[in-house]
């Protein structure tokens, strides 16, 4: 699975942005994908996921009210809606796709793929 994520920038504190993450290769397995973020010098974070289904969300209680997780029809598109933006939301986005791999008699395995990031800006 290959994962490209676009629509970072930079924008001013209260506006929007809109993040796109497009899959390619076998979405076979893939039980989630969500979007994490990092900031200079802290770790990466979960932002928001969503179930293969589309039928489940979780989000951190950072974004909660502002953020929203989508997928689109064929599953090979996620986006993330980021209303009300602040100064503290500026961080690299990563694009996530978390697999299932289901092994005949061993337990199943688990793999992350990652895209390459996106840069988002929020100025004050």
């Known amino acids: 699975v290959q994962l490209v994520e676009s629509g970072g920038g930079l924008v001013q504190a209260g506006n929007s942005l809109r993040l796109s993450c497009a899959a390619s290769?076998?979405?076979?397995?893939?039980?989630?994908m969500g979007w994490y973020r990092q900031a200079p010098g802290k770790q990466r974070e979960l932002v928001a996921s969503?179930?293969?289904?589309?039928?489940?969300?979780n989000y951190a209680d950072s974004v909660k009210g502002r953020f929203t997780i989508a997928r689109g029809n064929d599953k090979k598109l996620m986006y993330l809606q980021m209303n009300s933006l602040k100064p503290e939301d500026t961080a690299v986005y990563y694009c996530?796709?978390?697999?299932?791999?289901?092994?005949?008699?061993?337990?199943?395995?688990?793999?992350?793929?990652w895209g390459q990031g996106t840069q988002v800006t929020v100025s004050s």
């Open positions: 996530n796709a978390h697999e299932l791999r289901v092994r005949l008699g061993l337990p199943p395995d688990e793999y992350d793929y």
């Open positions: 290769g076998s979405m076979f397995g893939i039980t989630a």
């Open positions: 969503i179930t293969s289904s589309g039928r489940s969300t």
